[in-house]
């Protein structure tokens, strides 16, 4: 079922335009239907805050047909804002005394930019461990994206990610290696996930953690991994939410900040994601970044345009089997009363039955 638009959040009128299914809440009251809420806690800067509002709606609203999904926005204070963030934030987002009032059936916790190596010295450290702490006691599945799965590793885990070599950024194919875990029943046991990052948790250290890797990259390293209770917390460090022009937008922006004597260096193409036809665009372009500099003339327009149409996205299909799982399970661990709390319903250890031998699907 649909995406309720409960609000005026510009998000819905744009995913309608596309021609995702939104449900008018006047509507939805009407339906007999079962209601799911999910909490959305976007930590990305201003540029990314509505377009990962997007992504992870589309992925949510695309998922499964079984309930009608309402998802509520909310942030941290701790993260620096714009004008016209706060403004988006004021009229659109739900402080987390409100959320944490009414309940959630899961959350979902996206990544952020960070300034400095230690996670903990950030400013939203401590708002972000109030949440998922009271996430782990109330809410049934939280799903950690990227640097909010480094945080709880780090935090609840004591597994502090390490420093890579070089950006890891790009497609890169991965594999299924624990096919009999729900949240990956009936998904390709190959398929692609961007990643875009700068550090990284071993394989090593989600085993050491007692954590369970279910879909790892030879490439990339671990891509999904569950908590020891097998559903309770659900760590990504790829990007599945990602539009198919997600990198190409990110590579936009490292030209930019080369231009703009940002960055030193010019930045390299991600892996597996440009064909030759798009790299000979940009190596072009490069040529002309380069004299417009040397020259102190004006910098070219960057060719997006001429690139985004040629893009493939082989990833989303996945996505949308895994977050399609994820929610299959959240509707049968939960029940109506969403106030009452994860530990009275389940077993909090084997909340899937794994272990028991009787599993829940």
């Known amino acids: ?17 596309e021609g995702q299914q939104i449900l008018d809440p006047k509507l939805a009251l009407h339906q007999d239907i079962r209601e799911l809420h999910i909490g959305l806690l976007n930590m990305m800067p201003d540029a990314a805050l509505a377009a990962t509002e997007r992504q992870f709606f589309r992925l949510v609203g695309q998922s499964n047909e079984i309930a009608q999904f309402y998802v509520h926005p909310f942030t941290l204070d701790g993260l620096a804002r714009g004008s016209e963030a706060q403004e988006h934030i004021r009229r659109y987002y739900q402080p987390f005394e409100q959320i944490r009032d009414e309940g959630l059936d ?181 040529a002309h970044v380069r004299a417009a500099l040397d020259a102190g003339g004006q910098l070219p327009e960057f060719p997006e345009h001429r690139i985004a149409g040629g893009l493939h996205n082989t990833w989303h299909d996945t996505a949308e089997g895994v977050i399609g799982n994820w929610m299959g399970l959240v509707y049968q661990v939960t029940n109506n009363d969403r106030k009452l709390t994860f530990m009275s319903r ?6 899937l039955g794994l272990h028991t031998g009787q599993p829940l699907l």
């Not at 995406?3 to 309608?16: D, E, M, Q, S, T």
């Not at 990007?239 to 922006?253: A, G, M, Q, V, W």
Request: with cysteine; net charge neutral; aromatic share 10%.
């Open 1 to 17: 079922m649909p995406i309720v638009a409960h609000n005026a959040l510009p998000a819905f009128a744009r995913l309608r335009e």
């Open 106 to 286: 899961a959350l979902i916790i996206t990544g952020a930019n960070v300034s400095g190596p230690d996670l903990a010295q950030e400013p939203f450290w401590q708002p972000l461990i109030e949440v998922v702490d009271w996430a782990y006691a109330h809410v049934c599945s939280t799903l950690c994206s990227c640097l909010a799965t480094h945080a709880v590793m780090q935090f609840r885990y004591q597994q502090r990610r390490q420093r890579l070599p070089a950006k890891r950024w790009g497609v890169f194919p991965h594999r299924v290696v624990a096919r009999a875990h729900p949240l990956v029943s009936d998904v390709n046991t190959r398929f692609d996930v961007p990643h875009s990052r700068f550090n990284d948790i071993s394989h090593e250290q989600f085993v050491a953690a007692g954590l369970q890797v279910l879909a790892e990259s030879a490439e990339a390293g671990v891509h999904l991994a569950v908590s020891p209770d097998g559903f309770r917390q659900v760590f990504l460090q790829g990007h599945p939410e990602y539009d198919t022009i997600s990198l190409l937008k990110e590579y936009k922006r490292e030209v930019h900040r080369f231009a703009t004597g940002v960055r030193a260096d010019y930045p390299v193409f991600p892996d597996n994601y440009f064909g030759l036809q798009a790299r000979a665009i940009l190596d072009e372009h490069r």
């Open 346 to 351: 389940v077993d909090p250890k084997d909340p």
